[in-house]
């Protein structure tokens, strides 16, 4: 693996990766359409990694812990950056967004890609987004990001939304947490810090610990 896995990374399954100790029936049924789980921001418990499992409608969440040697393949949202949906899907609004807004955000120099169901979908190729799906996106800030250049970056991603008929979340993800774009485009305004540990309010979101 090229780095210990993080929020948001998608994650393939070896084939002899036991069941899920505890988990609903309808989990079996989507591992075996799509052996993937998604790193969850949460502790690790005994040694292993929390992960997440989706079925194929919304209230399908499974929320698990599973050993590091399951690990087949590991797929970031920065690898799925640049992967694209089968042809007869492209036209959808949230791969339409996805498409429009790449050179704003890489004129930007920003570390970028797409999670949720376009980053399940471009990674696993099982058909997930809907005509209704927003764009989740995650955003790599390593350094703080000034507020005036986050509200200017809100309101181009927006615009663009906008024209595509689309919602866009987008999630800024700094060494040790993350954060709402569009709360921290306000000004002067605390925004809520989601860590491993618990959420937590925060003035720097750099600064916290």
Do not use: N
């Not at 069941?19 to 075996?32: I, R, S, T």
């Not at 990694?49 to 040697?69: H, I, K, P």
């Not at 939304?161 to 700094?174: F, N």
């Amino acid at each position: 693996m090229k780095h210990a896995p993080r929020p948001h990374d998608l994650l393939r399954l070896t084939p002899d990766a036991p069941q899920f100790d505890g988990a609903p029936g309808w989990v079996e049924a989507a591992l075996a359409r799509a052996p993937f789980v998604v790193v969850r921001r949460a502790p690790p418990l005994g040694g292993k990694l929390a992960v997440g499992v989706r079925g194929s409608v919304r209230g399908e969440r499974f929320g698990t812990w599973m050993d590091v040697g399951w690990i087949e393949a590991t797929f970031t949202p920065e690898d799925l950056q640049t992967r694209e949906p089968e042809p007869p899907r492209r036209e959808l609004p949230a791969f339409t967004l996805m498409h429009s807004i790449a050179g704003m955000l890489d004129d930007r120099a920003l570390r970028w890609g797409p999670a949720g169901s376009a980053g399940f979908e471009l990674a696993s190729c099982l058909p997930t987004v809907t005509a209704a799906s927003d764009l989740d996106l995650v955003v790599r800030a390593d350094t703080p990001l000034p507020r005036d250049d986050a509200a200017a970056l809100f309101d181009a991603l927006s615009r663009a939304a906008q024209r595509c008929a689309a919602r866009i979340d987008v999630q800024i993800e700094t060494p040790e947490a993350a954060f709402s774009l569009a709360e921290y485009a306000r000004p002067q305004l605390r925004v809520m810090l989601r860590h491993a540990a618990g959420p937590r309010l925060v003035d720097d979101p750099w600064a916290a610990s």
